[in-house]
């Protein structure tokens, strides 16, 4: 989506920080940023799941108004 203009944020766990990393470096893009929340999800309250999203909406917000190429 990025490569059509179209500014997206990834989103993981904490597990899958290094999965993350790795699928970036292998799209040819290392330093691609990306938000980890603490994990697990499925077994969350939905009120901890949006205090989650409260925590790094900064952070998300900061990626999608900046462009990829300047990370």
Known sequence: MEEQGIPTVVIVTTPFITSGKAMAVSQGIP?????????????TEEFVLNQRVDDVMNEIEKILLTDVKEC
């Open 31 to 43: 330093d691609y940023p990306f938000v980890a929340i603490p994990h697990p999800i499925a077994a």
